[in-house]
């Protein structure tokens, strides 16, 4: 590790810290190589077994617009078609979860000007998910559907680390499991194999600053709500 490690502490928790789900992008493009940076760093993650079950898919350019495109397409005309290949929650939310889900309805839409029963800006809000929110580089994660639940444990690594090694190079990011239900037009448009399950994309970018000083800050539960210690 780090010679210096009060440094190294301060440094990595800024950037966890700092990493929030950003929605506005400037029109700035992201050199590849820095893209490959952070997948050849973030690839690093640990793995049971060391399987490594995931797969990306990065698109920028013609290629995400086309994306775009066939799922504008999607999600405009024929929504009611498309349903995700897996549940991410469950119908009936137990608590403290429904909770904490209404009060990230509150100050998400809150933040975004967008009154409680006003249906339509927030279907507009949510249609600015399959552009990618207008970030210039676009993740599709995938993952072996003939794999178990632990595999997607070792996933939400992978995305993570994605999400943190983004931040450290100045990029924002916005985890999205919208693109879940459209898993049939990114199959078709991206030529995934039958065995990839489409679990969710990712926006990526470098964020609006003008966003990033009215962002909503969503409530962390305390540490002594999610951690027990035992035996300290
Ligand atoms: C796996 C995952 C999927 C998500 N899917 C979406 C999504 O489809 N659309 C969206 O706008 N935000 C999505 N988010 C962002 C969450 O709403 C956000 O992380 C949460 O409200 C906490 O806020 P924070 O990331 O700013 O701390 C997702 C986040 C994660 C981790």
Request: charged share 25%.
């Amino acid at each position: 590790m780090s010679r210096d490690p009060a440094n190294t502490i301060l440094t990595v928790d800024r950037v966890m810290r700092g990493r929030f789900a950003n929605r506005f992008f400037l029109d700035r493009s992201v050199e590849l190589e820095t893209v490959r940076q952070i997948i050849e760093v973030a690839r690093h993650a640990g793995t049971g077994a060391n399987v490594q079950p995931w797969h990306v898919h990065l698109v920028a350019g013609q290629v995400k617009a086309s994306l775009i495109e066939a799922l504008g397409h999607a999600h405009e005309t024929e929504a009611h078609a498309h349903t995700p290949e897996y549940k991410y929650l469950p119908d009936d939310l137990p608590e403290p979860y429904a909770s904490r889900r209404r009060e990230f309805g509150a100050v998400f839409y809150g933040s975004l000007g967008i009154a409680p029963d006003d249906n339509a800006a927030r279907a507009r809000n949510t249609a600015r998910n399959y552009r990618f929110f207008d970030a210039p580089v676009g993740l599709i994660f995938t993952i072996d559907r003939r794999l178990e639940k632990g595999s997607w444990l070792d996933l939400g690594m992978f995305i993570q680390n994605i999400m943190l090694a983004a931040g450290a190079r100045g990029l924002d990011t916005c985890a999205q499991e919208f693109f879940s239900r459209y898993h049939a037009v990114i199959r078709r448009e991206l030529s995934l194999s039958a065995e990839a399950m489409v679990v969710c994309g990712m926006s990526m970018g470098f964020g609006d600053p003008q966003w990033a000083d009215r962002r909503p800050h969503m409530p962390k539960a305390d540490v002594d709500d999610i951690a027990s210690f035992h035996g300290f």
